[in-house]
């Protein structure tokens, strides 16, 4: 079965440092991979997502940026961080059907405060 | 690009008694309409999906109905327990087609189940 796990669960880090988060799937091969955002009382964002090593695609401009150096692992960063980067930030994977249906799985997340 | 409504924000329900999350999208081209459930601290975890070649699909207590011609789909769960306390997401997509893209969600509906 396939297993999505993001670390680190939790994050407290300064304005203007740098960050690292990392996402990686077990089970399957070649998924498609995506970051979203979720702040407080609010909905998912997506923010950026991948078909393959290498292709990124952002939905949302900012100050982070997402690599995807193996088949199996997303990575989002940022080299300053902001304020208004604090919130939840969740990693999913899907494999398209042959019917172009689009079922997505997330992982548990990563609680990100900047202060 | 698509928009998803969902309603209510907020829904309390008597344990045993029913509970229904509608969801409105603007998008006729999507075909694909997952449900999440989100636990406090973790992250979605997909209940419930329709797609748009049925009206009405049932699991256990939970079911879910889609009009297309309205674009609203909804959200039935039956015979509440405690354990159904949680954060419910609605999302829509369209299909994805040699690619990857990202889910639309609503803003979430925080059901509480009264005992």
């Known amino acids: 079965s396939q297993t999505i796990h993001q670390w680190p669960a939790t994050l407290v880090q300064p304005v203007g440092s740098p960050l690292s988060l990392e996402c990686t799937v077990e089970?399957?091969?070649?998924?498609?991979l995506y970051w979203y955002r979720q702040a407080a009382g609010r909905g998912l964002q997506l923010l950026f997502y991948?078909?393959?090593?290498?292709?990124i695609s952002s939905e949302v401009p900012q100050n982070l940026s997402a690599s995807r150096p193996q088949d199996r692992q997303f990575i989002l960063s940022s080299k300053k961080l902001l304020l208004s980067d604090s919130g939840f930030y969740l990693c999913?994977?899907?494999?398209?059907?042959?019917?172009?249906?689009?079922?997505?799985?997330f992982g548990p997340g990563t609680r990100l405060t900047v202060l | 690009g698509e928009n998803v409504e969902q309603h209510p924000s907020t829904l309390s329900v008597q344990e045993g008694d029913s509970a229904v999350i509608k969801c409105t999208y603007s998008?006729?081209?999507?075909?694909?309409f997952p449900w999440y459930k989100q636990e406090l601290g973790k992250g979605p975890q997909l209940i419930i999906d329709?797609?748009?070649?049925?009206g009405e699909k049932k699991d256990q207590r939970i079911a879910v109905t889609l009009n297309k011609t309205a674009k609203h789909f909804s959200l039935h769960i039956t015979e509440t327990q405690p354990e159904d306390s949680a954060v419910y997401f609605c999302?829509?997509?369209?299909?994805?087609?040699?690619?990857?893209?990202?889910?639309?969600f609503g803003k979430g509906t925080h059901l509480i189940i009264q005992p």
């Open positions: 089970g399957t091969s070649n998924p498609n």
């Open positions: 999302a829509a997509s369209s299909p994805v087609r040699g690619g990857a893209d990202g889910l639309t």
């Open positions: 998008d006729s081209a999507s075909n694909y």
């Open positions: 991948s078909v393959g090593i290498g292709q």
């Open positions: 329709i797609r748009s070649n049925v």
């Open positions: 999913a994977w899907s494999v398209q059907d042959r019917d172009l249906y689009n079922e997505q799985f």
